[in-house]
């Protein structure tokens, strides 16, 4: 593949390939070169800039700092992750990371922000499995995973709370070793002065306010969005009614889930009851 067979409609992985080749012989490097001072090997650069591999925010970043690009390779991988993530999401994406406020509702599986990456890896190569995704695009939606939760250690934390349902704790996601290390890191994060963890138990049974995962996002304008999915889109909500009416069923799920003593008894109790 030739650069100029690359044009506008190339896809991003093609795109972060033929400028990683084009700095590259800039800088008069041969791949074994580059792949040395990157950390990585030889068959790696030539996969990526062959675009047969996914690219990692961590390549994108020491092939920033390799060719002192400042950031280049960095947006150019989040456009590639971006390219396999839900519409809707991208832009949820952005506000989450800028948000003072985070309050999430759970269902089903583990809210990704409080997800381990083993747990995150499971679930993103059972979707390979099922034919859903690409491996790159399970890649990819792990990467992107890890820099969302950076969020849970910059500078001005924000206040995150949220409310999983009984269901998250009674699937076995990635097996018995994963789910402990999930517990684990649940109850570690709801030891955190500004995270809040209450559980939904089942016997909410239809009075459960929402029939799908929902987010809301207190922004640093005063404004708040919402976010929630279906399977086959995602949707950020700024309409200010209809976040109200979402505020209002979250306040309800607050009053009806378990306290937070409770919510990390029945944690604990789910742990303990796997471990044994």
């Not at 792949?35 to 790696?44: C, K, L, P």
């Not at 409310?163 to 996601?173: K, M």
Request: proline share 4%.
């Amino acid at each position: 593949m030739t650069d100029a067979e690359i044009d506008a409609t190339s896809t991003p992985l093609m795109r972060f390939g033929i400028e990683l080749r084009r700095m590259r012989r800039a800088m008069r490097w041969s791949q074994v070169e580059l792949g040395r001072r990157m950390g990585y090997s030889d068959a790696m650069i030539s996969y990526v800039e062959r675009a047969k591999k996914a690219v990692t925010s961590n390549f994108a970043v020491k092939a920033d700092e390799v060719f002192e690009t400042g950031g280049t390779f960095y947006e150019l991988w989040r456009r590639i992750a971006k390219a396999s993530l839900l519409e809707g999401f991208p832009e949820f994406a952005d506000a989450e990371a800028r948000c003072r406020r985070l309050r999430t509702f759970a269902l089903t599986v583990v809210t990704g922000l409080l997800q381990v990456p083993e747990y995150a890896e499971a679930l993103a190569f059972a979707a390979v499995q099922r034919g859903a995704i690409t491996q790159a695009e399970a890649e990819e939606r792990v990467d992107v995973l890890a820099v969302r939760q950076r969020l849970l250690v910059r500078q001005k934390l924000p206040l995150i709370h949220a409310v999983l349902d009984e269901s998250c704790l009674a699937r076995p996601v990635g097996g018995r070793a994963v789910m402990l290390k999930q517990f684990d890191h649940i109850e570690e994060l709801a030891a955190r002065p500004n995270v809040t963890i209450q559980v939904a138990p089942f016997r909410l049974g239809e009075n459960l306010p929402f029939a799908l995962p929902v987010t809301l996002l207190d922004l640093p304008d005063g404004s708040v969005v919402g976010y929630a999915e279906s399977h086959a889109r995602g949707h950020l909500e700024r309409v200010r009614d209809a976040v109200t009416a979402w505020e209002r069923q979250y306040d309800q799920l607050v009053v009806e889930a378990l306290p937070k003593t409770a919510s990390l008894a029945l944690i604990d109790k789910a742990r303990r009851e796997l471990a044994s």
